[in-house]
């Protein structure tokens, strides 16, 4: 008798237990926070890109979200990755979105750029662009100012008198794609001889123009070499170049599940002038600082992370 007594006192006092276990697990489920998605970034395979790619990263790792990075991409292949969700978001610029991936014409007024790319990539690849950073990094040919004195170069319609004697230096992207040196040629008349036509890595180009390897460079608007080494931009007298304002682009199912990015992102939304722009890219550039280390900095100064 004692010990049916004692075996059931024994059964309601390990039930008891396991409900108390129970709802102490269940309150610890409760009180969690759901682990956040990992987001992939993409860029591009220029200084500038890795920058504001780093930038975008870092502003998700501080707001929680695991990142993994895909960076060193073409045009090409950073819209496809995006469009394929192999990368979730990344730097890109309205110009290049109008022309190179919608195929529409050069609009040259920035927000009409800005309203068509964003109506576009919405109906074609549900992608929105977020806000623009500030910066305008538009293509440019640059020269030696003694060069360009000596033959009287101030314009890109100068320049296509010269061509046929001078050297070029580009990276192959700039002489494939439609807003580069095919279009350049349409616009200006503007033809090299193909062998003084040297291709090599962006990166490379300003380092020619000094050892005298090439006479002229494409360049960017926001190059920290251009102002640092006192080089000249020739002026693009027929407005070819489209307006290439920078902002990240993210596919819309990402924000769908996701919607705190777009504010967590938008923090840099005119934050970076063309002048800031040229100070960071010199700092990786010309100082031979890493990206990562100089978006870092610059996120930190704005108090940002």
């Known amino acids: 008798m004692k010990k049916r007594i004692f075996a059931g006192i024994l059964s309601v006092v390990l039930v008891g237990i396991m409900l108390v276990g129970c709802g102490a697990s269940n309150g610890g489920a409760s009180g969690q926070t759901?682990?956040?998605?990992?987001?992939?970034v993409g860029s591009k395979?220029?200084?500038?890109?890795?920058?504001?790619?780093?930038?975008?990263?870092?502003?998700?790792?501080?707001?929680g979200f695991p990142v993994k990075k895909k960076?060193?991409?073409s045009t090409v292949i950073a819209a496809k990755a995006l469009q394929?969700?192999?990368?979730?978001?990344?730097?890109?610029?309205?110009g290049t979105g109008l022309v190179?991936?919608?195929?529409?014409?050069?609009?040259?007024?920035?927000?009409?750029?800005?309203?068509?790319?964003?109506?576009?990539?919405?109906s074609k690849f549900k992608e929105q662009w977020l806000g623009r950073f500030g910066l305008n990094d538009t293509y440019t040919l640059v020269m030696e100012p003694d060069k360009a004195k000596a033959l009287g170069i101030t314009s890109i319609s100068d320049l296509a008198k010269h061509?046929?004697?001078?050297?070029?230096?580009?990276?192959?992207?700039?002489?494939?794609?439609?807003?580069?040196?095919?279009?350049?040629?349409?616009?200006?008349?503007?033809?090299?001889?193909?062998?003084?036509?040297?291709?090599?890595?962006a990166g490379l180009v300003y380092n020619a123009l000094a050892s005298g390897q090439v006479d002229v460079i494409m360049g960017f608007s926001t190059d920290g070499a251009i102002a640092k080494l006192h080089l000249v931009t020739l002026k693009d007298d027929k407005h070819f170049f489209p307006v290439y304002d920078a902002a990240p682009v993210i596919r819309q199912d990402v924000l769908k599940r996701n919607p705190e990015i777009a504010t967590i992102l938008n923090k840099l939304q005119g934050k970076i002038s063309n002048q800031t722009m040229q100070e960071l890219n010199y700092q990786v550039d010309?100082?031979?600082?890493?990206?990562a280390q100089v978006a870092k900095d610059f996120l930190s100064s704005q108090g940002l992370i």
């Not at 991936?101 to 919405?122: F, H, R, S, W």
């Open 84 to 94: 394929n969700g192999d990368i979730d978001v990344y730097p890109e610029y309205t």
């Open 34 to 40: 759901a682990q956040k998605p990992t987001i992939t």
């Open 163 to 201: 061509a046929a004697d001078l050297k070029f230096g580009s990276d192959q992207e700039f002489l494939a794609r439609p807003d580069g040196y095919p279009g350049l040629m349409k616009a200006y008349g503007l033809k090299f001889k193909k062998k003084n036509i040297k291709s090599m890595d």
């Open 100 to 122: 190179t991936i919608l195929k529409e014409k050069v609009l040259t007024d920035p927000d009409a750029t800005y309203n068509a790319v964003q109506k576009g990539y919405e």
């Open 71 to 73: 960076f060193g991409l």
């Open 45 to 63: 395979d220029f200084t500038e890109n890795r920058i504001l790619g780093n930038m975008i990263a870092l502003l998700l790792e501080k707001s």
């Open 286 to 291: 010309v100082k031979g600082k890493d990206p």
